[in-house]
């Protein structure tokens, strides 16, 4: 498992790395930065720095992380952190209650879609197909043993899908926005 120090040393690895291999950018617009200030990505920043996040091997660019309560109160937690943030909330789906209406009896899964338009449409700007990855989408779900986890689409993976490559710093901001939302549901540590 990698934790949230070494996670992001891979992520800006992972960038300059994506960087290096591909010569030809999808578009050479200037870079821009993130409109959303550092404060606001601040607020609450990762309550829990030790929070454990990890790249499932199986699902390739899905990272996740336990969360510390039940679903219900894990996806209260994380819209309460994303409000806070000033993030655009667009949707909470229950997939498990879906399924059921389609006599398919799944876990509890809640998938929450949000994002910051001036940070996210960039990635669209360089690369439209980007859009089948944004806005941002972040599972809840409950594995058969009862534990509760949070996953999202790692973002330096969503950059190398695409091949972008101009846009490294605000893939690594959605990144840091990402895992500090996570954190939120993270469980506490001494």
Known sequence: MKTL???????????????????????????????????AMNTNAVRHPAARF?????????????SAYRVAETVRRLKSDIAAKKIMFFDEIDQQRLAA???????????????????????????????????????VTQDKSGQVWIAYTDFTWIAHRHHIISRDPQFAM?????????????????
């Open 101 to 139: 209406s389609a006599k398919i009896k799944i876990g509890p899964s809640v998938l929450l879609i949000f994002g910051n338009p001036p940070l996210g449409t960039q990635f669209l700007e360089a690369n439209p197909y980007s859009g089948l990855d944004w806005p941002v989408r972040m599972l």
């Open 174 to 190: 959605a990144n840091m926005v990402a895992q500090s939302i996570a954190s939120a549901a993270a469980p506490a540590t001494n």
């Open 54 to 66: 990890e790249q499932l091997p199986s699902n390739a660019g899905v990272l996740r992380t336990r």
């Open 5 to 39: 120090s070494n996670l992001l040393a891979g992520t800006a690895l992972a960038a300059l790395a994506i960087a290096a291999s591909d010569a030809s950018p999808m578009s050479g617009n200037a870079m821009r930065t993130n409109s959303m200030s550092m404060s």
